[in-house]
């Protein structure tokens, strides 16, 4: 027969098992995280921010690449 004592202990250690299983994820993860930075994280995240804003513009974004490749050649 269990009491409520029992119970209660009971229900505090499947509950500091799930904040630490919880917490061995989140650490699992953010060690994931700092790994995949890398050396080159701000190059990569710089080229895609570029990325995300020249793609919705790719007509736009190559009329005007070529228009300063024609004037760098007029220049020149």
Do not use: K, W, Y
């Not at 799930?18 to 994931?32: I, K, P, Q, Y």
């Not at 995240?45 to 995300?52: E, G, K, Q, R």
Request: aromatic share 6%; proline share 1%.
């Amino acid at each position: 027969m269990s009491t409520p004592t029992a119970e209660a202990v009971r229900r505090i250690s499947a509950s500091q098992e799930l904040v630490s299983s919880d917490f061995v994820a989140l650490a699992s993860h953010m060690n994931d995280c700092e790994r995949s930075r890398g050396r080159f994280f701000a190059l990569r995240a710089a080229l895609d921010s570029l990325h995300a804003m020249t793609s919705r513009r790719i007509v736009t974004t190559g009329a005007l690449f070529a228009c300063c490749g024609l004037g760098l050649l007029v220049l020149v």
